[in-house]
């Protein structure tokens, strides 16, 4: 079965825009567990905007279920992780101002420092995951850097999923095809909804995990988030 992610940056952006806690970011990741999420990630970056690094610290007892962390493996963000030692670290090629994460890594032209890093984690008992745009290529790349798994970058889909949702999954099926022929599990994040996903989730059925933050926060705001998640995992289910 594909585990349901649940990403609490929102939760610590709406935290951030008044001071104090409220909402509790602590209390929001053990209700999303309490509520069927098999997972919690967060993305801390260097200017802190929404997760910060004390949360993620202030997080890693609390997680009963499986912990991922997302960013650019900076020295900050890699001793972080080592650190924490959660479940997965998932690397994101993120520029230090970027708003959201919008490409994945060139698995190729990194190939010396992924390697690298892949190593450091692994031999931390983390597992790796390399953040790649939809690209049989950049998927076998992430095999010879060491990593577990990629995670597919979605957004492409996301967009073009209204227009024609054959052509968006295609070049999805073909990258998931290619990792497991090789060997790597599979994630899929960024603007995955439930618009989207059922969808998705039918083409390519052995995804391992994804990742939903935005969409997920904004839908809880009219549904709440106990029956937000119960949709999120239904439409894994179908």
């Known amino acids: 079965m594909t585990k349901l992610s649940v990403n609490i940056n ?8 008044r001071g104090g806690n ?4 602590l209390s929001v990741a053990r209700d999303a567990e309490l509520f069927g999420a098999q997972g919690i990630t967060v993305h801390p970056r260097p200017d802190e905007r929404h997760i910060r690094y004390q949360d993620v610290r202030d997080l890693r007892p609390l997680i009963t279920t499986e912990f991922n962390i997302e960013g650019n493996p900076i020295d900050s963000f890699t001793e972080l992780v080592l650190e924490v030692k959660p479940t997965q670290v998932t690397m994101v090629p993120d520029g230090h101002d970027q708003l959201t994460s919008n490409h994945g890594w060139d698995t190729i032209a990194n190939r010396t420092f992924l390697t690298d890093i892949c190593q450091t984690f692994k031999q ?11 690209d049989p290529q950049m998927v076998e790349g992430a095999k010879a850097c060491g990593a577990d798994r990629v995670e597919l970058y979605t957004e492409p889909y996301a967009s073009g999923y209204a227009h024609d949702r054959e052509a968006a999954i295609a070049p999805f099926v073909a990258a998931a095809r290619k990792a497991r022929e090789v060997g790597l599990g599979l994630n899929a994040g960024h ?19 994804v990742s939903i933050g935005h969409a997920l926060i904004c839908d809880a705001l009219y549904m709440g988030l106990r ?12």
Do not use: M
């Open 10 to 17: 929102k939760i610590a952006t709406l935290r951030n825009a």
């Open 22 to 25: 409220n909402p509790d970011v």
């Open 124 to 134: 931390a008992g983390i597992r790796t995951s390399i953040f790649v745009n939809p």
């Open 191 to 209: 603007d995955l909804s439930l618009e989207n996903l059922y969808y998705y989730h039918q083409q390519i059925p052995w995804t391992d995990e």
């Open 227 to 238: 029956e937000t998640i119960n949709q999120y995992l239904l439409a894994l289910k179908k």
